[in-house]
């Protein structure tokens, strides 16, 4: 048995591993989904918990995203039952309409071209004369300490900036030895010769910025997430590079052999629904296109187990030439936070066209840094010592605070059940008009379905006791929305002295409840 056999036979071993952590992973995944259709309105307070969504005290707010999450919930259970290599689902972006996703990130219209001539770019290409054959099988420079933490360019068409540093401080690590975050901001407030900020820009141009001015650190000049002053001071700007290169277009080799040796910008379109809602394995959405607004960054590039793809020579025992047909991708870093993706990450399938998946070969370029960077310019003369001040006179007495606003009042359902603030009461058993058992429908105003457990928004009041779904008051007509109806919680007792103080049948009792409640002391289930 020779050598490569024995390397050909490890090799298959950790991809058949590989393969299997994938499947335990998907499998893992669509139970989840499954689980939150079971139970949307539990699973999307869960969600939003996760990924510290803002607007959980804003109800109507709440029931805009939920519709939005509730849809891409439904389309990621489709969209997984027709792929297999990756799937999709809730990450951090589900609660974003495809239209609002669109609008957030300024994608669905080509914005990347090749710059034309900078003084910077460097004619030819440095890794051209690399043997493709000899290359390493994977790379990964997040294990070789050359990428910074996964950022979030938030709603600002600003990944140029995110893909420009993240090159710049992979090859800065690589020649210094010392991983730097870089300041995204200040490319968006000073690069503004020919790049538009959070209007979107080149890598390009990006790079001769950086090589005429140099860059400064993320903590001395933090990302804000919109168009703003330039700030930059010389002494800050502690990297700087050479120049930069373009790689071949239209050659995947190529882009292979430069990613080989550093982490490489790249531009791809990414306007689908499928790469708003990536969650794992290898992207290979072959409807995705080539008309790019989206820049990105490659840090590396490995293979899974068996299965369509690229070929991979070897020998047998009797000297045969054999081919392993593996799944060969790319791994990518986005810039939209560790809430999407593979925690910020995504792999995308190599050898699809001359343009690459998704448009990943027609425009990549990388900087060049041969030395250390420069040492800081010395401190300029101090500055004169302010005038004295005069005596600062005492403040005045400050006004007493404001008194708190009052706690928000229980909803009374009858003289001594209650459900908590912004609920409706909604009777769960009644008797001849009067009801025996009171639940509490977690929105305000809602109308309590025939079938005594569930409940429905005032939005969209119809109870469909056949889908279980909550409609517009014109039913399901088309180009209406609708939503999974809610199931009710027990009402609470009152407090001893509150239904003894109690007067009446008060209280906000939804659309299709008892009308009467009874004022004696009755047995409640709870």
Request: aromatic share 8%; proline share 9%.
């Amino acid at each position: 048995m020779t050598a490569r056999t024995l390397a050909l036979g490890a090799l298959l071993c950790c991809l058949a591993f590989a393969r299997a952590d994938d499947l335990l992973a998907r499998s893992a995944h669509h139970r989840e989904l499954l689980g939150a259709k079971a139970n949307p309105r539990q699973a999307f307070a869960a969600w939003m918990a996760k990924h510290g969504k803002g607007y959980a005290n804003d109800l109507q707010a709440v029931e805009q995203r939920f519709a939005n999450w509730v849809s891409n919930l439904e389309f990621a259970i489709d969209y997984n039952a027709r792929h297999t290599t990756h799937w999709v689902g809730l990450n951090a972006l589900a609660d974003l309409s495809h239209e609002e996703y669109l609008q957030r990130f300024g994608l669905g219209a080509p914005r990347f071209r090749r710059a034309p001539g900078t003084d910077a770019r460097v004619p030819g290409f440095a890794h051209g004369g690399l043997d493709a054959s000899a290359l390493p099988a994977e790379v990964d420079w997040r294990a070789k300490g050359a990428v910074a933490e996964v950022k979030n360019q938030m709603s600002c068409g600003s990944c140029w900036a995110f893909s420009t540093t993240g090159s710049v401080e992979g090859i800065n690590a690589l020649v210094t030895g010392e991983l730097l975050s870089l300041s995204e901001q200040n490319l968006v407030d000073c690069d503004t010769a020919q790049d538009q900020g959070c209007q979107g820009g080149l890598m390009d141009y990006a790079f001769q910025y950086v090589a005429d001015h140099g860059i400064e650190l993320e903590k001395d000049y933090p990302y804000t997430g919109e168009d703003g002053e330039c700030l930059e001071e010389e002494n800050r700007r502690v990297v700087t590079i050479d120049g930069f290169q373009d790689v071949p277009q239209l050659d995947e080799i190529a882009l292979k052999k430069a990613a080989s040796q550093q982490p490489v910008s790249v531009a791809i379109q990414a306007d689908q629904r499928a790469f708003q809602l990536y969650v794992g394995g290898v992207f290979d959405d072959k409807e995705c296109g080539t008309q790019l607004d989206h820049g990105v960054l490659v840090v590396g590039y490995g293979s899974e187990s068996p299965s369509e793809g690229g070929a991979v020579e070897a020998r047998d025992a009797d000297d045969n030439v054999e081919l392993l047909k593996m799944r060969n991708y790319w791994v990518v870093k986005n810039s939209w936070g560790a809430g999407w993706g593979d925690k910020g990450f995504i792999k995308m399938r190599m050898g699809r066209g001359k343009a690459g998946l998704c448009g990943i070969a027609t425009q990549p370029s990388y900087p060049l840094k041969s030395g250390p960077n420069p040492p800081a310019p010395p401190p300029g003369p101090p500055a004169p010592a302010p005038a004295p001040r005069p005596p600062t006179p005492a403040p005045p007495t400050p006004a007493p605070p404001a008194p708190a606003p009052p706690k928000p009042e229980p909803v009374e359902c009858d003289d001594t059940h209650e459900c908590p603030a912004g609920n409706t009461c909604c009777c769960l058993r009644d008797i001849a008009g009067f009801c025996f058992t009171w639940g509490c429908c977690p929105m305000p105003d809602a109308t309590c379905c025939p079938d005594k457990t569930h409940c429905c928004p005032e939005s969209l009041p119809v109870c469909d006791t056949d889908s279980g779904r909550c409609l517009p008051p014109s039913g399901a007509a088309p180009g209406f929305s609708s939503v999974p109806w809610a199931t009710k919680s027990p009402a609470r007792r009152k407090a001893p002295a509150a239904a003894a103080a109690g007067a009446g049948f008060g209280g906000k009792r939804g659309r299709g409840g008892a009308e009467h409640a009874m004022r004696d002391q009755l047995p409640y289930a709870s």
